[in-house]
């Protein structure tokens, strides 16, 4: 049984920074893609950004230069620096593991993310 457990969530002003981290328990096929999606109040989930074995990346445009994805094979994590937040940022952010192929597609529960002043 596969779990995920995101961390990092919380309360920042606008121009401030978030890390959150994601960690995997279980066994997964080392070829996994990884990766943040969000989900504003009232609108559907989004791509933030994903990352593959390979170090590959991918941004949503509206936080590309100031988001910043990367994991750790080894441990089966994937963290998200997120700086000059701003509150369009605001959400629920979920992390995903799942194959190329989509044999398997992992979600965590979800940690809050709100920026206000």
């Known amino acids: 049984q596969v779990q995920l457990v995101e961390s990092g969530g919380g309360l920042v002003q606008p121009g401030g920074s978030l890390r959150l981290s994601c960690a995997a328990s279980?066994?997964?096929?080392?070829?996994?893609?990884t990766g943040w999606y969000r989900q504003a109040p009232g609108k559907q989930r989004e791509l933030v950004a994903t990352?593959?074995?390979?170090?590959?990346?991918n941004y949503a445009d509206s936080v590309k230069g100031r988001f910043t994805i990367s994991r750790d094979n080894a441990k089966k994590m994937v963290d998200l620096q997120m700086n000059s937040l701003i509150p369009e940022d605001t959400g629920v952010y979920y992390c995903?593991?799942?194959?190329?192929?989509?044999?398997?597609?992992?979600w965590g529960r979800g940690t809050q993310v709100t920026v206000s002043s």
């Open positions: 995903n593991f799942r194959s190329p192929t989509m044999s398997f597609n992992y």
């Open positions: 990352v593959t074995r390979g170090g590959y990346t």
């Open positions: 279980g066994s997964i096929a080392s070829n996994y893609v």
